[in-house]
């Protein structure tokens, strides 16, 4: 028994189990809820049958009949679209700054860089609230509480992540194309252009669904910048509908904010993954074509 206590090879039964209850004690809410939005009578705690009713069966209270909750979703929708198109380009532009700075200042930067990430969510929302509405200050007096107040604050909340996980691809590509491309007459930008980012790609896929599923699930800094019930998004609307005699008609409309958030999830690890592998095929295209402009 000492023999395979202290093995170090042996398989980790009991850390394997530790993982599955605490992933069992995490999802098993989540599966209830869930299963709940497809009950067929109002009770949210008792099963009373199977059925769609609450997705869009009943004409007056089901998910896709209820103007507010349509609401909340394309409102939600609006802002990870508008987050994506922001935070993803410019998290791209930092990483590679950031990758390439090694002058004063790159260490201060980088840990500036990453100040979001162990910030608490709240007082980051409290303090854009403030800068938003108490600094008397061009451009912050400018912007108003509402739908751009929002979406800076989710830009600022998801662009460190859209930072490292570009870099991290950055790491594992190393310089090595890049200098190849500059070395067969490549300009800087056309280095860039034509090898670099579609070996970044799988990473630019992938931190853009994530920004995306980051988006779909943050409540706190949308909920402080928000202005009235026009920029109600799903977490918020679930939040104040729990308090109230709310109907599995919630549950659905969790349950669709689940399915997106996990769809993007599973999305960018695919992409990752499998992109690692296949963007190597037009980086090396291009220098193969690179090679035979400079051997004519």
């Known amino acids: ?13 009991v850390l394997a189990a530790v993982t599955w209850l605490y992933m069992a004690w995490a999802l098993l809410p989540v599966v209830v809820a ?24 009943d004409e007056n209270l089901s998910l896709f009949h209820r103007a507010d909750y349509l609401a909340a979703l394309a409102h939600s929708l609006h802002l990870a679209l508008l987050a994506m198109a922001i935070a993803t380009p ?38 854009l609230f403030l800068l938003f509405t108490q600094l008397a200050v061009v451009p912050f007096s400018l912007v108003r ?13 998801s662009l460190p992540y859209v930072v490292v996980i570009v870099r991290s691809r950055l790491a594992s590509i190393g310089t ?6 500059r070395d067969l007459g490549a300009r800087p930008l056309q280095a860039l252009r034509t090898v670099l980012l579609p070996l970044l790609l799988p990473a630019i896929v992938a931190s853009t669904l994530v920004v995306f599923a980051l988006s779909m699930d943050d409540f706190v800094i949308t909920q402080y910048l928000s202005s009235d019930h026009t920029t109600a998004t799903i977490p918020m609307h679930i939040y104040t ?26 999305l960018a690890f695919a992409t990752y993954r499998l992109g690692q592998r296949w963007s190597q095929q037009p980086a090396g295209t291009a220098l193969r074509e690179l090679a035979t402009t400079e051997a004519r």
């Open 90 to 127: 410019l998290g791209v532009v930092l990483a590679l700054g950031l990758s390439r700075w090694r002058g004063p200042g790159s260490r201060v930067a980088n840990l500036l860089m990453l100040f979001p990430l162990v910030t608490p969510e709240l007082v980051m929302a409290a303090s």
């Open 1 to 13: 028994m000492n023999r395979w206590r202290h093995n170090p090879w042996r398989r980790p039964h």
């Open 145 to 157: 509480l509402g739908t751009t107040a929002q979406v800076i604050g989710q830009v600022t909340f």
């Open 176 to 181: 090595e194309y890049e200098e190849a491309a």
């Open 34 to 57: 869930v299963l709940f939005s497809f009950n067929s009578g109002r009770s949210r705690s008792v099963w009373q049958g199977f059925s769609l009713r609450w997705w869009w069966g």
């Open 241 to 266: 509908s729990t308090r109230g005699a709310a109907t599995p008609a919630l549950n659905a409309l969790a349950s669709l904010m689940v399915f997106l958030t996990l769809l993007a999830v599973a």
